[in-house]
């Protein structure tokens, strides 16, 4: 009988990590691959993106509307409390006997709480990472404690997760997705992707995507109106802006921007470009600016430079390529004065991503594959040598 690993899958990036794996799984006589997609795949505002799952190929086995038409903390609050009904549901009809989440956002803890309950066994992917400014810190490391097994990124981001009292044993360092999906993707060449977009690209290019930072005290709107104030002079180079996620303050950062762009001919805005065109935006742009973690986790990999503002990323591994500034105008147009210069651009070409070269999507199939489902649920804290968390009070 094949081993059934149910996927769940939320959003576009989320997806767009996930999607050789999950081809990996469908394509593997012993394992049969279940899909579930919720959250901003089922919003007609987010770009209805589950028909780009189905068009991949995929069977969505099934749905779980959870996203309320409100983004204020109370509805993403109450939008959990759906998932976890949902989720509920579904686990109880498909019966997998393994679930595989990836990342830290509220739909994917709604699984996991619903799992722990149904005792099915969870999998999780790209734990220990650290978003200091950002409500997803939490959330992901509540669903590592909630999971049994972990696949994760980089070392550091092992003995974080070791750290939690997670045992050794099940927790393995496979790279980060996103360097396979780049490495296996056939880019549209600049042409092709001008038209795709329907936009003429500049001699200078920008892909920029600004969600809200949920734990900073600033103003999100503020600080999209600092970065958009720091490109609004850049009438010679192409901005190629990304809409916010359906988190708290989502919707009004993108009325701000959708502005934006009614006012400017070289700006366009795309509720979901998918993962096809948005990396070869990449390709194409001289740089990344935003606070996308994608700047930092697949940005490298395509040796382009990236701006990272404010704290959304703060904590996360960072290349040579990354330039961070805070949500200011003024340092805003002095980290693209640099971004934009001739010796950076050169050194770009030596880069190496912190998440490996590849191959992280085959290693976590073996892993789901191979895994010993015996006694799986019983968990064992474990505890760090004495002497390593020894407190010291500060002087």
């Given at each position: ?16 990590l996930l999607r050789m794996f999950m081809e990996g799984i469908r394509d593997d006589a012993q394992l049969e691959l279940q899909t579930v997609v919720t959250g901003m795949h089922l919003s007609p505002e987010f770009g209805s993106t589950y028909l780009t799952i189905e068009s991949d190929g995929f069977r969505i086995d099934r749905k779980v509307e959870m996203l ?218 001289d740089g990344v600016v935003g606070n996308s973690s994608s700047g930092l986790l697949e940005a490298p990999t395509l040796k382009k430079g990236t701006i990272n503002i404010g704290d959304r990323q703060l904590g996360r591994l960072q290349s040579s390529s990354i330039i961070n500034c805070r949500a200011k105008r003024d340092e805003i147009a002095v980290a693209l ?59």
């Amino acid at each position: 009988m094949s081993r059934r690993i149910c996927v769940v899958t939320g959003t576009r990036a989320e997806y767009g990590l996930l999607r050789m794996f999950m081809e990996g799984i469908r394509d593997d006589a012993q394992l049969e691959l279940q899909t579930v997609v919720t959250g901003m795949h089922l919003s007609p505002e987010f770009g209805s993106t589950y028909l780009t799952i189905e068009s991949d190929g995929f069977r969505i086995d099934r749905k779980v509307e959870m996203l309320l038409s409100s983004d204020s903390s109370t509805a993403i609050s109450k939008s959990v409390g759906l998932g976890v009904i949902g989720f509920s549901d579904v686990l109880a009809g498909l019966q997998p006997d393994l679930l595989v989440v990836l990342g830290d956002r509220f739909e994917i803890l709604a699984a996991a709480i619903a799992a722990l309950f149904a005792r099915i066994p969870v999998v999780h992917l790209h734990g220990g990472e650290v978003t200091e400014g950002s409500l997803d810190e939490s959330m992901r490391h509540a669903i590592s404690k909630m999971s049994h097994v972990h696949c994760v990124a980089s070392e550091d981001y092992r003995r974080r997760v070791i750290q939690l009292g997670e045992q050794p044993e099940r927790v393995y360092c496979v790279g980060g997705l996103g360097v396979d999906i780049i490495k296996n993707t056939r880019l549209l060449d600049r042409s092709d992707l001008e038209v795709s977009l329907d936009f003429k690209l500049k001699s200078r290019n920008l892909l920029v995507t600004f969600h809200p930072a949920t734990l900073d005290g600033e103003s999100p709107v503020d600080q999209m109106n600092e970065l958009l104030a720091a490109v609004e002079g850049l009438g010679d180079t192409g901005l190629i802006f990304t809409l916010p996620n359906a988190d708290s303050g989502g919707r009004e950062l993108s009325a701000v921007l959708n502005a934006f762009v009614a006012r400017h001919t070289n700006a366009r805005a795309f509720t979901s470009l998918g993962q096809l065109r948005y990396l070869s935006c990449m390709a194409h742009c001289d740089g990344v600016v935003g606070n996308s973690s994608s700047g930092l986790l697949e940005a490298p990999t395509l040796k382009k430079g990236t701006i990272n503002i404010g704290d959304r990323q703060l904590g996360r591994l960072q290349s040579s390529s990354i330039i961070n500034c805070r949500a200011k105008r003024d340092e805003i147009a002095v980290a693209l004065k640099k971004l934009f210069s001739a010796a950076f651009q050169e050194g770009l070409g030596t880069v190496r991503s912190p998440y490996g070269e590849g191959g992280a999507s085959s290693r976590v199939i073996n892993i789901v594959k191979e895994l010993q489902l015996d006694g799986i649920l019983k968990k064992n804290f474990y505890d760090l040598p004495a002497d390593s968390c020894v407190f010291r009070a500060p002087p």
